[in-house]
Protein backbone atom coordinates (compact mmCIF):
# COMPACT_ATOMS: atom_id res chain seq x y z
CA UNK A 1 0.00 0.00 0.00
CA UNK A 2 2.12 2.71 -1.15
CA UNK A 3 -0.36 4.82 -3.10
CA UNK A 4 -1.24 8.27 -1.47
CA UNK A 5 -5.01 8.21 -0.74
CA UNK A 6 -6.45 11.81 -1.18
CA UNK A 7 -10.09 12.37 -0.34
CA UNK A 8 -12.26 14.43 -2.73
CA UNK A 9 -13.91 17.24 -1.41
CA UNK A 10 -17.08 14.93 -2.42
CA UNK A 11 -15.28 12.48 -0.59
CA UNK A 12 -14.75 14.30 2.32
CA UNK A 13 -18.46 15.56 2.76
CA UNK A 14 -19.53 12.49 2.54
CA UNK A 15 -17.46 10.81 5.31
CA UNK A 16 -18.82 13.37 7.53
CA UNK A 17 -22.60 12.92 6.38
CA UNK A 18 -22.06 8.95 7.23
CA UNK A 19 -22.58 7.50 10.64
CA UNK A 20 -19.83 7.33 12.62
CA UNK A 21 -20.31 3.24 12.62
CA UNK A 22 -19.80 2.84 9.30
CA UNK A 23 -16.69 5.56 8.36
CA UNK A 24 -14.39 3.27 9.86
CA UNK A 25 -15.62 0.65 7.41
CA UNK A 26 -14.98 3.13 5.11
CA UNK A 27 -11.68 4.32 5.29
CA UNK A 28 -10.42 0.69 5.86
CA UNK A 29 -11.66 -0.43 2.04
CA UNK A 30 -10.49 2.90 1.07
CA UNK A 31 -7.20 2.64 1.75
CA UNK A 32 -6.83 -0.66 0.57
CA UNK A 33 -7.43 -2.84 3.08
CA UNK A 34 -10.56 -6.09 2.62
CA UNK A 35 -12.08 -5.03 5.65
CA UNK A 36 -13.85 -8.87 5.33
CA UNK A 37 -11.09 -9.78 7.57
CA UNK A 38 -11.31 -6.72 10.23
CA UNK A 39 -14.74 -7.39 11.42
CA UNK A 40 -17.28 -10.50 11.80
CA UNK A 41 -19.16 -11.38 9.13
CA UNK A 42 -22.32 -10.42 10.24
CA UNK A 43 -21.37 -6.71 10.30
CA UNK A 44 -19.30 -6.94 7.25
CA UNK A 45 -22.55 -7.99 5.35
CA UNK A 46 -24.28 -5.23 7.23
CA UNK A 47 -22.13 -2.52 6.18
CA UNK A 48 -21.54 -3.63 2.78
CA UNK A 49 -25.46 -3.34 2.45
CA UNK A 50 -26.07 -0.67 4.11
CA UNK A 51 -22.72 1.41 2.30
CA UNK A 52 -23.98 0.23 -1.59
CA UNK A 53 -27.87 1.26 -0.60
CA UNK A 54 -27.50 4.39 1.08
CA UNK A 55 -24.15 5.64 -0.42
CA UNK A 56 -23.24 3.59 -3.71
CA UNK A 57 -19.91 2.20 -2.35
CA UNK A 58 -19.73 -1.07 -3.23
CA UNK A 59 -16.83 -2.49 -0.56
CA UNK A 60 -17.22 -6.02 -1.98
CA UNK A 61 -14.91 -4.99 -4.89
CA UNK A 62 -11.47 -3.62 -4.61
CA UNK A 63 -10.98 -0.10 -3.78
CA UNK A 64 -9.09 2.29 -6.18
CA UNK A 65 -6.29 2.73 -3.82
CA UNK A 66 -5.47 -0.92 -3.38
CA UNK A 67 -2.61 -2.60 -4.69
CA UNK A 68 -1.58 -6.45 -4.79
CA UNK A 69 1.20 -7.43 -3.01
CA UNK A 70 4.51 -7.25 -4.57
CA UNK A 71 6.80 -10.13 -5.14
CA UNK A 72 10.60 -9.76 -5.68
Same mark, same amino acid.
Given at each position: MNKAVTL????QLLLVRMPCRLRG?? !?????GFDPYFL???ETYY????ELAKNYGIE !???KSPYFLPPQTD
Open positions: TTEQTY !ITWLLMSRRHAK !IRK
